[in-house]
């Protein structure tokens, strides 16, 4: 954090960093219009609670981002892709798809960077579809190419 604020000043680029437990974000409901989180989901303990976490801090229509190791369907058929997963045993893990919340709308997976990580792009529902939802009643269809 102490090199990313550094580079920020250097920029004179105003961020404001932070350091706090993923399910216990510092934040009020819905304080941000985008949620970006790159790397290190894979390793999360409870990666439900997480997304959770940070679809709770989304405001209505606002845009979850996720980006973390992990190698495309493609490139899981070829001698590269098994030799990457050999040395890195996190990228033979798929997209946490499973895990997105009920609050989710409009998902979309991405293979980024040569199919070696996945990019899910989603939004939280609006203040009218939020409404509708009903707990644990949710289907997520995502067709890989």
């Known amino acids: ?3 990313a604020q550094r580079k920020f000043i250097q920029k004179r680029v105003e961020v404001p960093l932070f350091h706090s ?3 216990k974000l510092p934040f009020k409901n819905e304080s941000f219009e985008i949620v970006a989180h790159c790397g290190g989901i ?3 303990e409870d990666i ?3 997304l959770e976490e940070m679809i ?5 229509n606002g845009a979850l981002i996720i980006v973390d190791e992990g190698i495309s369907p493609v490139l899981r058929k070829t001698k590269r892709g098994e030799k990457i997963v050999k ?3 996190l990228f033979g893990l798929l997209p946490p798809l499973q895990h997105l919340p009920p609050q989710a709308k409009n998902v979309e997976l991405r293979w980024i ?3 070696t990580f996945y990019m899910i792009l989603c939004q939280k529902l609006s203040k009218e579809e939020l409404k509708d939802i009903k707990p644990l009643s949710y289907e997520i ?5």
């Open 21 to 23: 437990q993923i399910k």
């Open 48 to 50: 439900p609670g997480a």
């Open 56 to 60: 709770r801090v989304l405001k209505p």
């Open 1 to 3: 954090m102490r090199v």
């Open 113 to 115: 960077a040569r199919d």
């Open 141 to 145: 269809s995502i067709r890989l190419l």
């Open 42 to 44: 894979n390793t999360f």
């Open 87 to 89: 040395d890195n045993r």
